[in-house]
């Protein structure tokens, strides 16, 4: 690996001066670094900072793209490098970094074992959604797809096929539709199952559905998904990954898996159960 570029975001203030100095570690290492325009806008706010710089968009040939940040940054990394290809790598400054490999703090022992290449790169399914009455700008999904209401307290009917079939009306507040990277998301605060990450299968999950017999379906995730909304609204809302677009009641969205994956660097000596214990506090003894 010789070139990276690096995205973050602009909220962890404190870390400026730390984030830096991983940088300028990187080019220690040898490697070509390019820093997003508007990470290294903001990181030359508060330190001096002389990278090469990329508009997102425009992404330069690199080998590997590094996530600084929580959660949503990695979420934003993966929306605009996975059409290349490229490899994330995550490093966590924020709280929870359930999709990153480590923490700030590890960061030199993670860079460590990726330049020794010690390291293995997962391919997680990824979601594309289509409107028939909008165009979505930001279609792609590594976590779920999400049909929810909008400013309203009526229920939601959404009328749902599978591989062109019949499968149900969903009434309630909403469905999601969730990769199983996304499964310990929004999937899971509303009881859907958790699924290792790699599987390949998608959740639908109704949200406070009318019916008690409306559970959560696993399906492979190769099945295209159609689900048609009404409600007393005008509009209802689709969010993909927290990017929120508003489709006119009455409107269908077309669910299926992307045609390409994103793929996510993992240190070697991180494993599912690991995340499990260390993220969701599977291993607190509370006896």
């Known amino acids: 690996m010789k070139r990276i570029v690096i995205f973050g975001n602009t909220y962890q203030k404190g870390d400026v001066k730390r984030v830096a100095s991983l940088l300028d570690s990187l080019h220690a290492h040898g490697l070509e670094v390019a820093v997003e325009q508007d990470f290294l806008r903001y990181l030359r706010s508060g330190i001096e900072v002389n990278f090469q710089s990329f508009v997102a968009s425009d992404i330069p040939d690199v080998d590997m793209a590094l996530s600084l940040g929580g959660d949503g940054t990695f979420l934003t990394t993966v929306m605009w490098v996975s059409p290349h290809g490229l490899p994330i790598l995550g490093i966590n400054l924020g709280h929870l970094g359930y999709l990153t ?17 010690n390291y293995r790169i997962e391919e997680r399914t990824m979601l594309q959604v289509q409107c028939d009455a909008v165009d979505i700008s930001h279609p792609w999904a590594l976590n779920e797809v999400a049909i929810l209401r909008h400013e309203t307290s009526s229920m939601l009917d959404m009328e749902t096929r599978l591989q062109g079939c019949e499968l149900t009306t969903y009434r309630g507040d909403g469905l999601i539709v969730s990769t199983p990277t996304g499964s310990t998301a929004y999937n899971m605060s509303v009881g859907g199952p958790i699924l290792e990450p790699t599987t390949s299968c998608l959740v639908l999950s109704p949200i406070s559905p009318h019916s008690l017999t409306m559970r959560p379906l ?7 998904v159609v689900v048609r909304t009404f409600s007393r609204a005008e509009y209802y809302e689709v969010s993909i990954d927290g990017e929120v677009t508003l489709c006119p009641a009455g409107s269908s969205l077309t669910i299926c898996r992307a045609p390409y994956c994103a793929r996510v660097v993992q240190r070697q000596s991180n494993n599912f159960a690991n995340t499990l214990r260390q993220k969701l506090l599977w291993g607190t003894d509370k006896r």
């Open 218 to 224: 696993v399906v492979r995730d190769d099945s295209e």
């Open 101 to 117: 490999a480590g923490n700030l703090d590890e960061s030199n022992d993670i860079i460590d074992d990726v330049l020794a290449g």
